[in-house]
């Protein structure tokens, strides 16, 4: 059994706002809960999603591993 006393108030029907947008329910201590991302506008889970390619490391493992282009597939091996 919980203590009584100790443990904050739970809303088991709390309200998620995204950009002034209710988007969802969930149980939560607080009443309201306001978010930049959630799974509906996340690149990740819209489909939206791209590489960001630094310093070329997308490039440089794919010339290592021979998944780059195929006009380079029998290109140099210099590395």
Same mark, same amino acid.
């Given at each position: #059994?919980? &203590? !009584?006393? $100790? ?14 947008? #209710?988007?969802?329910?969930?149980? @939560?201590? &607080?009443? !309201? =809960?306001?978010?930049d991302v959630w799974s509906g506008?996340?690149? *990740?889970?819209?489909g939206t999603q791209k590489i $960001?390619?630094? !310093? %070329? +490391?997308?490039?440089? *493992?794919? +010339?290592?591993? %021979? =998944? %780059?282009?195929? &006009?380079?597939?029998? %290109?140099? @091996?210099?590395?």
């Amino acid at each position: #059994m919980a &203590k !009584e006393g $100790i443990h904050p108030t739970w809303y088991p029907e709390a309200k998620v706002y995204c950009n002034g947008e #209710m988007v969802a329910t969930v149980g @939560s201590t &607080k009443p !309201e =809960l306001h978010v930049d991302v959630w799974s509906g506008n996340h690149p *990740f889970y819209t489909g939206t999603q791209k590489i $960001i390619d630094t !310093e %070329g +490391r997308v490039e440089r *493992f794919r +010339r290592k591993y %021979g =998944l %780059g282009n195929r &006009k380079n597939a029998g %290109g140099d @091996s210099a590395e």
